[in-house]
C-alpha cells in the first residue's frame, strides 16, 4: 500500500504564491512519473504538471510560466510552485505518482486525497 499526502493549499489573493507538496509514504519499490492534476468547479479533472524521475517536465499551457514542478526522489516527495495565481486557478489539487508500490510487481497510479486551493479577485 501507498499513501499520497498533499499539502500547501489554502485561500491567496490573486497574484500571490502558494507552494504545494505531496509525499509518498508505505510499501514505494520504484517511482516513476509525478504529477498534479486539478479540478475546478464543474470542470472535469485535467494535467497541471508532470515529472520523469529523470526531471523532464510537462505543463498545462494554462500554468506555463507561471508553475513549476519540483521533486525530491530521496523523500518520495513532489512539489508544485504556483506563482502569479488567478481566480481561474482555483480547484482541488491532486498529485499522483505511477510507479510499482506493491511486491506483486505491477505499476500502478496511486492518487493523494486532494487539497484545495482558492485564488480571490
Known amino acids: 500500500q501507498v499513501q499520497l499526502v498533499e499539502s500547501g493549499g489554502g485561500l491567496v489573493q490573486a497574484g500571490g504564491s502558494l507552494k504545494l507538496s505531496c509525499a509518498a509514504s508505505?510499501?514505494?519499490?520504484?517511482?516513476?512519473?509525478m504529477g498534479w492534476y486539478r479540478q475546478g468547479p464543474g470542470k472535469e479533472r485535467e494535467l497541471v504538471a508532470s515529472?520523469?524521475?529523470?526531471?523532464?517536465?510537462n505543463y498545462a499551457d494554462s500554468v506555463k510560466g507561471r508553475f513549476t514542478i519540483s521533486r525530491d526522489n530521496a523523500k518520495n516527495t513532489v512539489y508544485l510552485q504556483m506563482n502569479s495565481l488567478k481566480p481561474e486557478d482555483t480547484a482541488v489539487y491532486y498529485c499522483?505518482?505511477?510507479?510499482?508500490?506493491?511486491?506483486?510487481?505491477?505499476?500502478?497510479?496511486?492518487w493523494g486525497q486532494g487539497t484545495q486551493v482558492t485564488v480571490s479577485s
Open positions: 508505505g510499501t514505494i519499490l520504484s517511482i516513476n512519473s
Open positions: 515529472i520523469s524521475r529523470g526531471g523532464s517536465t
Open positions: 499522483n505518482a505511477n510507479g510499482v508500490f506493491s511486491y506483486a510487481g505491477h505499476y500502478i497510479v496511486a
